[in-house]
């Protein structure tokens, strides 16, 4: 089964930095692009950033630009986010997800369960 | 980039048909052909029901259909179910490379 399984949530600080990872499994990871959407407790859906197949493209929401940093390792068919200078706002669920098809498209066909990040003193 | 329009929510008996409705502007869902819909249950992560605005993924029920007109996508749901009963989000290409999401509908199976 095509799955992805992400980890690295936890509890920080404000301030502080998160490093969160997703293991691609059973999909040939580096011919799709991937993204990374979080959704803080009982919100909506929101776009946080996305990489190019060969991560050699980079996107951000306004909201995350110049704190987190996507990248992948398609050597272990592992996703990143690195999260820096992080915010009580940034408090969420973050998924990562595949591109549905490996030609520009915005829709995601496989998501990971998610992983929590807490920002809080 | 604000979000799209959604109802807050939308309900209908077994077996009706229910339109939700995902509003945004001539720089989103009017002027690009990326419009997708996404169906989650309370505790799951996004499961993918639309894309293309029109597009079903394989293993989606032909029950689920997309449409667009104008800055208006639309997201109809057909005999329906009480396994339909979640929230639906829709999201649109933004341009610039970014990506932007509606409120998210709560569907309600009477």
């Known amino acids: 089964e095509v799955q992805l399984l992400e980890s690295g949530g936890g509890l920080v600080q404000p301030g502080g930095s998160l490093r969160l990872s997703c293991a691609a499994s059973r999909f040939t990871f580096s011919t799709f692009a991937m993204t990374w959407v979080r959704q803080a407790p009982g919100k909506g859906l929101d776009w946080v950033s996305l990489t190019s197949a060969t991560g050699g493209s980079t996107f951000y929401a306004d909201s995350v630009k110049g704190r987190f940093t996507i990248s992948r390792d398609n050597s272990k068919d592992t996703l990143y986010l690195q999260m820096n200078s992080l915010r009580a706002e940034d408090t969420a669920v973050y998924y990562c997800a595949k591109r549905v098809t490996t030609v520009t498209t915005w829709g995601f066909d496989i998501w990971g369960q998610g992983t929590m990040v807490t920002v809080s003193s | 980039q604000s979000a799209l329009t959604q109802p807050p929510s939308a309900s209908g008996s077994p077996g009706q048909s229910v339109t939700i409705s995902c509003t945004g502007t001539s720089s989103d869902v009017g002027d690009y052909n990326y419009v997708s819909w996404y169906q989650q249950h309370p505790g799951k992560a996004p499961k993918l029901m639309i894309y293309?605005?029109?597009k079903r993924p394989s293993g989606v029920p032909d029950r689920f259909s997309g449409s667009k007109s104008g800055n208006t996508a639309s997201l109809t749901v057909s005999g329906l179910q009480a396994e339909d009963e979640a929230d639906y989000y829709c999201?649109?290409?933004?341009?610039?490379?970014?990506?932007?999401f509606g409120g998210g509908t709560k569907l309600t199976v009477l």
């Open positions: 999201s649109s290409y933004g341009g610039r490379s970014n990506l932007v």
């Open positions: 293309e605005v029109n």
